[in-house]
């Protein structure tokens, strides 16, 4: 059974810091890896998808690697902002991509 | 382009009532599945549907029914609500290419549910 660790579970940063959020896995054999944030009481919004054939994906200020080999991913935050708070899930799918299994979660907190 | 849209966003039932948890993607994507987030137990998924007609239990499916007679819509019922049914409630939709890698998932708003 596929599980997912997200190490560590809270961070407080102060604003401009560079940071790093990791995510480990036990089954190599995945499709992809998706990071969400997730706001207080709100939904979850996908950050970055990477699939299995790619080492990293990026997105503005946010770049995510993927080593399948060692079952490890890490969303890498650039200059980071007070708007940047919120909890950070990833999430692998199944060998069939129909359910994801998700970490506990990085709550990370800038402070201006 | 609305995604993943879920009614209602918040919903207060008494123990025994039965409701329904609307959910609706205009992606047209196969997969949609329901998940539950409490604290401390993180996103478990409830049940799961591969295309009209087709659905499946999840990790954590009692007391819920689910039906996918469209694409588009998955419905989520709770027949007899319980405390324990407390929760917040994601919709999720996704799609896969022909070799059956998976593209990713998309997320509604969430329903926060609360059981008196």
């Known amino acids: 059974k596929q599980e997912v660790t997200q190490i560590p579970a809270a961070l407080s940063v102060p604003e401009g810091e560079n940071l790093v959020l990791n995510c480990s896995f036990t089954d190599s054999a995945i499709y992809n890896l998706q990071w969400f944030r997730q706001d207080p009481g709100k939904g979850l919004t996908s950050l970055l998808l990477i699939q299995s054939s790619q080492r990293e994906q990026t997105s503005g200020r946010l770049n995510a690697s993927l080593d399948k080999s060692s079952g490890r991913s890490t969303l890498y935050i650039a200059a980071s902002q007070p708007g940047d708070s919120a909890t950070y899930l990833c999430a692998v799918p199944n060998n069939a991509g129909n359910m994801l299994t998700f970490g506990g979660g990085t709550r990370l907190m800038v402070k201006p | 382009n609305a995604g993943v849209t879920q009614t209602p966003k918040f919903q207060v039932l008494k123990t025994g009532q039965s409701m329904t948890l609307q959910c609706a993607q205009d992606?047209?994507?196969?997969?949609m599945s329901w998940y539950r987030q409490d604290p401390g137990m993180g996103l478990r998924l409830i049940h799961y549907?591969?295309?009209?007609?087709?659905?499946d239990q999840g990790e954590v499916p009692n007391g819920y029914n689910v039906s996918r007679s469209t694409t588009e819509d998955f419905p989520l019922r709770l027949l007899s609500a319980a405390p324990s049914q407390t929760s917040v409630y994601f919709c999720?939709?996704?799609?896969?290419?022909?070799?059956?890698?998976?593209?990713?998932?998309?997320f509604g708003s969430g329903t926060r549910l609360t059981v008196v």
């Open positions: 999720a939709s996704s799609y896969s290419g022909a070799e059956g890698a998976n593209y990713g998932y998309t």
């Open positions: 992606m047209n994507h196969e997969y």
């Open positions: 549907s591969v295309g009209a007609g087709i659905t």
